[in-house]
């Protein structure tokens, strides 16, 4: 039984080939892709030399997860496939309980890691709040897996790759109506592709975040916050939240600043390979999982530390 | 019409205390979880623009009957319970499982409202799996949601985009964890949650196969190992050593 993969953002699609790749590797399966009306993401796909399947439907709306899973199912039974691959974005995540239930099918979202062990695929995702991280592994015979943006990285173009391969499905005219779309004004940043991040928190007060911001650009990083700076304070937009219900970073270095560090927020900087906490409290749980920790007044050290780096 | 609010009992993750990486839960209060307590305030708030009647939806172990009070507290019309004290860790297909079965003895039912992921193991499957098994449309991720009669509009926000969506009820939504700011139950208001209408199935009259619905096994459940350095630094020079040691600062 095949393996299929499909997520609607492309880059994830082809972390899903790499994912796919370690299963398949294992447990000698065919790994196959599906596209949705995105002839563009089928070409890719096909030229990292993964079996593609595109489906040209325009009565398929994105919007509507229930039409989603629809076509999935169908080109999930027309493929023999047993294992679907999901990216855990929120379309991804949305998609995967209701494309579970249809194929009758064990679950888990978020996963940040797998492997397979014993002809089984172990997937490790937090749990708890993010406190702990659990291994579980899907028991019924169909599964769905979404894979947190990330976890893997990109498939590559081969030489030679493979042909895109149309496929038909019906699909119902769907009962939820587009009346707006638009993408979300303003810069996006893009924390989670940064090398280094500066991250700030409740400590900091608002005069001083130019000075983080600073440093921020003197190291050629971002800047990214805790929750509440974003959503109480609203200083930074919210695509910069580090944390459970933010980003799961993983940049080279993160200097975090003001952050107590309850575990909703270490959860998203804790896979960082190196972190500097500074925060005036010595019994801020940040100092605990910090390599460097500073006990100190951001008021004070943030004029030095960015003349001592510029 | 019935706005149906779903919500998990979880434990209170404040309280987990973490012990050679295995987490403590004996003796861990428990609470709605957060994000419920969002999908519980956009229940009222379109309870009170449009004078539906407000039911919140959970399932677990006895004392779900209790952790249940909160809800009704905040505003709730009536609490349906499905209780039993086999349903203490549930994966999310039996979940909602439950929900559904018991979704279907409500008469009326226009808009179900989940929290976008539970307070414990933010899966977000639940609510997905219920509007498949209803046969309901559903949107997830909502940071907007308006009735007018039979007509919900709401606003799906992803990651870089959001979409204005509407859609005849009934309906599921999954509400994001920033939608809106929970109220606090007043004290007279936690007194009278006690004597509000419950409404108790039991478990054998709905007809499902627990061990059926079991498809998730955990193999391990730990905190990460902390492997950090842990170094104490004194002043911004020792600090700016210390990142030109591991080849940061200065590369510009």
């Known amino acids: ?196 991040l500066v991250v700030i928190g409740q400590g900091m007060e608002k005069e001083d975040m130019i000075l983080a911001e600073s440093i921020a650009k003197i190291l050629h990083g971002e800047i990214a916050c805790s929750k509440p700076v974003a959503t109480d304070k609203k200083w930074l937009t919210e695509d910069r939240i580090v944390g459970l219900s933010g980003k799961k970073c993983k940049p080279q270095l993160a200097i975090i600043m003001g952050v107590s560090g309850q575990v909703q927020f270490t959860v998203g900087i804790r896979d960082a390979h190196t972190i500097v906490a500074i925060n005036n409290d010595e019994n801020a749980y940040i100092h605990q999982m910090a390599d460097y920790s500073m006990v100190a007044d951001l008021k004070e050290i943030l004029p030095q530390l960015n003349k001592a780096l510029d | 019409m019935n706005i149906v609010v779903a919500v998990k009992q979880v434990p209170d993750l404040q309280q987990v205390r973490i012990r050679n990486r295995q987490p403590i839960l004996e003796g861990v209060p428990l609470t709605l979880g957060r994000i419920d307590k969002n999908a519980l305030e956009a229940g009222l708030q379109l309870k009170e623009a449009n004078g539906s009647n407000l039911i919140v939806l959970c399932a677990g172990n006895e004392e779900v009957e209790e952790t249940i009070k909160e809800a009704l507290a905040a505003g709730a019309d009536e609490a349906y319970l499905v209780l039993d004290n086999r349903l203490a860790d549930m994966d999310g297909s039996l979940s909602a499982s439950l929900l559904a079965a018991a979704i279907k003895k409500i008469d009326d039912v226009g808009l179900l409202l989940f929290g976008e992921g539970s307070g414990d193991n933010y899966s977000g499957q639940v609510s997905s799996r219920v509007a498949e098994i209803l046969g309901y449309p559903q949107i997830g991720y909502a940071s907007r949601i308006e009735l007018e009669g039979k007509i919900a509009r709401v606003t799906r926000t992803l990651e870089d985009s959001e979409e204005v969506l509407e859609v005849e009820l009934p309906l599921v939504v999954g509400v994001l964890g920033d939608i809106n700011e929970p109220r606090i139950p007043s004290v007279t208001q936690i007194l ?6 419950k409404e108790i199935i039991e478990l054998d009259d709905l007809d499902i196969d627990l061990s059926a619905n079991k498809r998730i096994a955990t193999l391990s459940n730990l905190a990460p190992k902390n492997e950090r350095k842990r170094a104490a630094v004194k002043t911004v020079n020792d600090l700016v050593s210390a990142l030109q040691a591991e080849g940061f600062a200065g590369r510009h």
């Open chain 1, 1 to 196: 039984m095949a393996i299929l993969i499909y997520s609607e953002n492309s880059g994830l699609g082809l972390e899903l080939l790499t994912a796919a790749r370690v299963i398949a590797a294992d447990i000698g399966t065919e790994i196959k892709a599906l596209c949705l009306n995105d002839e563009k993401q089928a070409e890719d796909l096909a030229a990292a030399g993964v079996k593609t399947y595109l489906i040209k439907n325009n009565a398929i709306n994105l919007a509507d997860t229930a039409s989603v899973a629809g076509a999935l199912e169908k080109a999930a039974g027309q493929l023999g496939v047993s294992m679907v691959l999901l990216g855990s974005n929120r379309r991804g995540k949305e998609l995967a309980g209701r494309l579970a239930q249809k194929l009758d099918a064990g679950c888990l979202t978020d996963v940040n890691g797998l492997q397979v062990i014993n002809g089984k695929v172990q997937c490790t995702r937090n749990t708890l709040g993010g406190a702990t991280i659990a291994t579980q592994q899907i028991e019924s015979e169909r599964q769905v897996i979404a894979l947190a943006p990330r976890s893997f990285g990109e498939a590559a173009t081969i030489q030679g790759g493979g042909i895109v391969q149309e496929l038909t499905i019906e699909s119902k005219a769907s009962p939820i109506k587009v009346i707006a779309s638009r993408n979300k004004a303003g810069d996006i940043a893009d924390i989670e592709a940064a090398d280094i």
């Open chain 2, 192 to 197: 009278k949650a006690g004597r509000k209408p």
